[in-house]
């Protein structure tokens, strides 16, 4: 037999190189990390599962988890309905398509830590427009002190940054859909609440798949924006895993234990995203 | 000349192709006729080398290409759907595969106003394909395939997406189109009707096996077996289980017809083309059997009527317009001369 | 159930149509009488989409009046028209159930709990998913799922019309033989009145009473598959009806002979020919016997299809297709006779009427 034409996979090589560069080298570094110890000066002992040991059992540890799923808990549960209902909301043809494209692409559009910037300076509550109105309205709120002010803030601005995604990706969904499911349902009396359960719902749960686990993976690592805003603080109360890590990493230097956390990490949004998608394709063919 | 061995396809432990044989000969036409997923496209893409097979070689010109690129083999296809540059004009769209293999300009005009003639396209040459018909469409991607002076040109239901009329004209004019290149054609079709219309071999295809290959007309008049008479008749083929004792077959119903000699007693399968059945006997030893009329059929010239019998559903083609009611008994005569004769586990035994 | 009356239908899609040349639909003024089964028939572009789409209210005509039982529902949505369509592509609810399914329509118009499961078992029964009703509609394949898409018009008691688009496009040959006999036993069975869009003349002829053929944006003929094939009103009826089509050969008329070349054949009787039109012989492969009398003809090409033989060849230098049987002899000196009484005159392309 002769040799299968195998030329494509040279086109992968630059790409690969790259990866490896960028993913799988710093990955590994890590996992070195992960099991030993340092003083500095390049000198390492082996510790083995001593960090992850003492990881798992941090109270600190812990706490950031609770709170990175909780947050993203709450993320998904607005962002998801909330974009899906844009989305249904947009024009299908016409003028309106292009302009609701472009506005609804903006916040995307917007580095990280320009959107924590602009939060931080919208919510004060001397020159800040949302905080100066809220404190004209009588109502007290201080997201520098308040930690449900803080986790507010943070929350309205990730779905300011983000429900976008998920109202295009459903928007690119619903188009999909032939006309004649709205014919038919038309026909068949549908109301608009059975049109959306029984077809555009149905239809959409690839796309929705995709939405939410990356919705899921990159509200779990969110760092710029907290970080910008909050700082983390007040206290503890906005310190989710990733400004803990860097805390631990390059503010006390606790370089073996930031590895082993940041495995474990790494594992946790590996595994909550198989869950989602397992669950949310159980019914593919 | 084209030559699969023993070539066979599975995917995730799903048998596509079974261990398939096949040998084409240049300037042939060759008819792959199935139901979908019957294979017909998996074959088709075998031979491009677009796919390679599980086991088997594939030979062409006497060389293993087996595995060798669809870029290197010197193959044409053409699809259901319309596939053309939508940005380039018709010309530029026929024209692609020469400016590929960087022909002189002179002999890419000539060649692609020679194809665009005989595929009647000459006045939309500066049209874009995206404003013409379905036909045009069609043509155009037919014409592209035709100037690229393949060895191998492989069409997959090339004309189901065009209207009846329209694949009337087209199905007779590929094969004279095509057999002036003196390539190897490959047409794959769902129609029985259509390979008949087609001519040249057939090969009729039954959940990834090829159950007989041959002239068309030859397949389609002795089959070698139940399942090819079934894969190639249309309307289906009429066939009912029957019970040789003597010199006579006894069918349901208290029915006896008379058997071909030399069969042993035992139980057999018929199959009775729809034309084969009359509403008048045919010879002295014509059968009649009382038929109740589910649904009647007309198309103007011909009728077709639908009734049960032994169990399954029969449909007699007669000439001329009859309008027989639901419900209506009639009698129905079958000619033992025209009766297809399977054993039981559906091989030909008398045509 | 109801009469479905066009009332001189035009349709444009532009803006302000100016010439017949702008309009998709030229005019259509026609009555579908209640309870039959009709047929759009014609190419595509010819128009026949467009009406179904007026039908069914998804097009407003720029014109006229659309009538169901003698109301006016031109400006009623798809909904408040109380009709049922059956699309080209299947189109089924894919996390319902098959009984599920047939049950939407009438839950959707708050029937009650028991008079659904009747109707739907009964509709399950018609159509044969019966042993299916508890599966998930997604798993089924092409002719089940378009028998589901029929089933949700069946079950309703109400439904003025049902509208089929082209629906055995997706179905394989074998399985349309089925699926064209039980839909017309269907129809038989609950007498709704059905109209049915296709480009395939077999599908056509055979489902419906009547068959309108549509050229050009115009219904050129409406007719029974016996009246289309004999008396086509038009060559495009001639051509587009039958496979392979009519023949059509232009003539020279010489008192009560059309003269071809050098031929002469005698004329139908009773037919007056205009004078200044062009004047065509229509004749069907089928009403042609190829022989040893008759007119001489050269054979070009023979096709063996089976059940019958194609001949193609020429007669005074015109392209003639005969139909032949399966097994009739081919003679060396080949004529051809025309029967009796089954030629057509057309003017024109429009065919001349016989007078008495």
């Given amino acids: 037999m002769k040799p299968w034409n195998n030329k494509a996979w040279l086109f992968t090589i630059p790409t690969l190189v790259l990866v490896a560069f960028s993913a799988v080298i710093p990955l590994m570094t890590v996992v070195n990390y992960a099991f030993q110890d340092t003083f500095g000066n390049n000198v390492f002992t082996w510790v083995g599962l001593d960090w992850f040991r003492k990881i798992l059992h941090s109270e600190r540890f812990l706490a950031a988890l609770i709170r990175n799923l909780a947050f993203s808990a709450i993320i998904l549960a607005i962002e998801i309905p909330l974009g899906v209902l844009i989305a249904l909301r947009m024009p299908k043809k016409g003028i309106g398509v292009p302009i609701c494209l472009v506005l609804m692409s903006l916040p995307l559009l917007v580095p990280f830590n320009v959107v924590g910037t602009i939060w931080q300076v919208f919510g004060r509550n001397d020159i800040g427009l949302l905080g100066a109105s809220l404190k004209g309205l009588g109502i007290d709120y201080n997201y520098v002190s308040d930690p449900i002010d803080a986790w507010g803030t943070v929350i309205a601005m990730d779905v300011w940054h983000w429900t976008s995604l998920v109202v295009l990706l459903c928007y690119a969904g619903l188009a999909s859909i032939p006309d004649a499911y709205y014919q038919a349902a038309q026909i068949d009396g549908a109301s608009a609440w059975a049109k959306f359960r029984y077809i555009q719902l149905p239809k959409l749960s690839r796309v929705l798949t995709i939405a939410v686990l990356l919705r899921f993976m990159d509200s779990f690592m969110i760092y710029t924006e907290p970080f910008v805003v909050t700082g983390g603080g007040p206290g503890n109360a906005t310190t989710f895993l990733s400004i803990d890590l860097v805390k631990m990493a390059i503010g006390e230097f606790n370089i073996g234990p930031a590895a082993a956390m940041s495995l474990v990490y790494f594992l946790i949004i590996l595994l909550v995203s198989w869950v989602f998608y397992t669950v949310m394709t159980r019914h593919d063919d | ?351 | 159930m109801a009469a479905i009356t066009l009332d001189h239908i035009r349709h444009a899609y532009g803006p302000n149509p100016a010439s017949p040349a702008d309009y998709a639909l030229k005019e259509v003024h026609h009555t579908f009488e209640d309870g039959a089964a009709y047929a759009l028939l014609g190419p595509s572009g010819c128009g026949k989409t467009t009406l179904l789409n007026i039908i069914s209210g998804l097009v407003r005509p720029s014109e006229g009046r659309l009538l169901f039982d003698g109301q006016d529902v031109t400006d009623l949505s798809t909904q408040g028209r109380n009709i049922a369509q059956v699309f080209q592509f299947p189109v089924v609810y894919d996390t319902m159930t098959v009984a599920e399914n047939l049950a939407f329509p009438l839950r959707n118009r708050r029937v009650p709990a028991g008079e659904i499961k009747a109707k739907v078992a009964e509709v399950l029964d018609m159509i044969g998913l019966a042993a299916m009703a508890g599966k998930k509609a997604r798993g089924l394949n092409a002719d089940q799922k378009q028998k589901i898409s029929l089933g949700r018009g069946l079950v309703r008691a109400d439904v003025a019309a049902i509208l089929f688009d082209e629906p055995l496009t997706v179905i394989d040959p074998h399985m349309k033989w089925v699926l064209r006999s039980q839909l017309k036993q269907l129809h038989r069975q609950f007498g709704r009145t059905m109209i049915y869009v296709t480009h395939d003349q077999t599908e056509a002829l055979t489902f419906a009473d009547k068959v309108a053929v549509m050229f050009e944006g115009e219904i050129v003929q409406i007719g029974d598959a016996a009246q289309l094939f004999d008396e086509p009103a038009h060559t495009f009826v001639g051509y587009f009806i039958g496979s392979p089509g009519m023949n059509v050969l232009p003539i020279k008329v010489d008192g009560r002979r059309a003269v071809i070349g050098g031929q002469a054949v005698a004329l139908p009787a009773g037919v007056k020919i205009p004078a200044g039109k062009t004047i065509e012989l229509g004749i069907r492969p089928e009403h042609l016997t190829l022989g040893r009398t008759g007119l001489p003809i050269r054979i070009d090409r023979i096709e063996d299809v089976g059940r019958r033989r194609i001949v193609r060849g020429k007669l005074e230098g015109l392209d003639l297709v005969i139909a032949a049987p399966e097994d009739g002899e081919v003679p060396a000196d080949p004529h051809v006779q025309i029967e009796a009484g089954k030629v057509g005159v057309f003017a024109d392309s429009w065919r001349l009427g016989t007078q008495p």
Avoid: C
């Avoid at chain 2, 029985?192 to 039954?206: K, V």
């Fill in chain 2, 1 to 351: 000349m084209l030559e699969l061995r023993e070539v066979s396809k599975v995917v995730e432990g799903e048998t596509h192709i079974a261990p398939t044989s096949l040998m084409l000969t240049p300037g042939s036409l060759n008819v792959l006729l199935g139901p979908s997923l019957s294979g017909k496209t998996s074959l088709l893409r075998l031979m491009a080398g677009l796919d390679r097979p599980t086991t088997g070689t594939v030979w062409a010109d006497g060389k293993d290409v087996t595995g060798v690129d669809v870029r290197r083999r010197n193959v044409a296809m053409v699809y259901q759907q319309f596939v053309n540059y939508p940005a380039l004009t018709v010309f530029e769209n026929i024209a692609s595969p020469l400016r590929l293999a960087r022909a002189p300009a002179a002999e890419i005009d000539a060649k692609v106003r020679a194809a665009a003639e005989l595929m009647r396209l000459t006045p939309y040459l500066d049209r874009t394909p995206l404003t013409l018909s379905g036909g045009q469409q069609q043509r155009t991607a037919l014409a592209r395939a035709l100037v690229k002076g393949a060895s191998l040109v492989l069409l997959d239901e090339p004309l189901a997406n065009l209207d009846y009329k329209l694949r009337e004209e087209l199905r007779e004019e590929l094969p004279r189109i095509f057999a002036q290149s003196g390539a190897i054609l490959v047409y794959a079709t769902t129609e029985p009707s259509e390979a008949l219309l087609l001519g040249g071999n057939t090969a009729t295809l039954h959940e990834g096996r090829i159950t007989q290959f041959g002239l068309t007309i030859e397949v389609f008049r002795n089959p070698a077996d139940l399942t090819t008479a079934q894969a190639f008749s249309d309307p289906p083929l009429n066939t009912v289980a029957a019970n040789k004792t003597g010199a006579n077959f006894m069918l349901g119903g208290g029915l006896s017809v008379v058997a071909p000699k030399g069969l042993a007693d035992g139980p057999y399968v018929l199959g009775v083309r729809p034309h084969h059945l009359a509403l008048s006997a045919q010879g002295k030893s014509s059968a009649g059997l009382g038929a109740t009329v589910s649904v009647t059929e007309i198309t103007g010239s011909e009728s077709f009527v639908h009734f049960p019998f032994g169990g399954s559903d029969w449909v007699m083609l007669t000439p001329g317009v009859h309008e027989f009611q639901p419900g209506e008994a009639i009698k129905v005569f079958l000619d033992p001369s025209r009766m297809m004769v399977f054993s039981a586990d559906g091989q030909v035994l008398v045509n």
